[in-house]
């Protein structure tokens, strides 16, 4: 993509690092698409024919928590199994290069800490830990290979919900789902992210899920640029600075060279 309007938001991007201003980034499922992470809205979205939205919520948890803990270890099994591709890389890259940028996730994979970004901002939980009902407390699972994995002698372990290592309650997956407020230090730190960015890329996302996707008028409002980089128009296009339209693995990292950010 060697258009205009890739040039123009590289040179905002390259300006931004030249004043020492501010860059933020939003990403979304569409950033792990290409490391064969399925996106929740796109076609491959279903699991056993249920929709994101009907088991992403405490109600579909209540009413059938294995069912619900299941979902996220099959899709805890693909994360594993899948790498960071050239856009988790190139975020990574930026991250090295300019000390004013903050990475702002939706995505509960960990793919981009495993690219090599070390400031992540989480803002739907990860899909890594499992939470207490009863104390709170927030644990790893055990990875597949540690004596305790989700294998042992031949069995799946990871079928159900495990006891929290401290206090032997129930736990539930360490995720935000719909209706539930967003951890407080987190959403606090995106906000302030959003608010002083000179730059906000907005990545991979349908900017449908609120309130992330409000993060990109946060940025607007306070005279922020805003450079979205998917290959489908969102509910956000119509209110970017620049739509760049193609798969995140390609064009972010054309842009970051082209604003002066070596490659990864
Ligand atoms: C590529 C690509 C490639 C493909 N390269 N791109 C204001 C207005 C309206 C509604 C609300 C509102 N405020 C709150 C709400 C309610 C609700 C909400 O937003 N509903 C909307 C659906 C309308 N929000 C909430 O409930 C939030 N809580 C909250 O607001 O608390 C306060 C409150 C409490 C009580 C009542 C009211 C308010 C919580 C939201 C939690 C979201 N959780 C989930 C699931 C858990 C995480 C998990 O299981 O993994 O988070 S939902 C799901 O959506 C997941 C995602 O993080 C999130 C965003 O999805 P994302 O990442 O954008 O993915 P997709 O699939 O939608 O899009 C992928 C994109 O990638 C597409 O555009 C593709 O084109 C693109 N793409 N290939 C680049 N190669
Ligand atoms: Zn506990």
């Not at 009907?54 to 693909?78: I, S």
Request: hydrophobic share 40%; glycine share 10%; aromatic share 6%.
């Amino acid at each position: 993509m060697t258009d205009n309007r890739l040039n123009e938001a590289a040179q905002a991007v390259r300006q931004a690092m030249a004043d020492d201003g501010w860059i933020a980034a939003l990403t979304g499922a569409g950033v792990s698409a290409e490391s064969g992470i399925p996106t929740f809205r796109g076609a491959e979205g279903l699991w056993r024919g249920f929709r994101a939205e009907e088991l992403a919520t405490p109600e579909a948890f209540q009413r059938d928590p294995d069912n619900v803990w299941q979902w996220y270890m099959w899709r805890r099994g693909l994360v594993l199994d899948a790498q960071p591709n050239a856009a988790h890389k190139a975020l990574a890259a930026l991250e090295r290069h300019h000390r004013g940028f903050t990475l702002v996730t939706q995505n509960v994979d960990g793919l981009h800490q495993r690219a090599g970004s070390e400031r992540v901002v989480e803002l739907h939980g990860n899909i890594h830990h499992a939470r207490c009902l009863q104390c709170g407390r927030a644990a790893r699972l055990p990875e597949p290979g540690d004596g305790d994995g989700p294998v042992r002698d031949g069995e799946r372990t990871d079928m159900e919900t495990p006891r929290c290592p401290q206090c032997d309650g129930s736990t539930r997956p360490h995720i935000v789902w719909f209706g539930e407020t967003l951890p407080q230090q987190p959403w606090r730190q995106a906000h302030a992210a959003a608010a002083s960015a000179d730059v906000l890329l907005v990545i991979g996302t349908s900017a449908a899920v609120y309130p992330a996707a409000g993060l990109i008028d946060v940025t607007l409002a306070g005279g922020g640029r805003v450079i979205e980089i998917n290959p489908q128009a969102t509910d956000a296009s119509e209110r970017v600075t620049w739509a760049l339209r193609g798969p995140a693995g390609d064009v972010l990292p054309e842009l970051l060279q082209a604003g002066g950010v070596a490659p990864a």
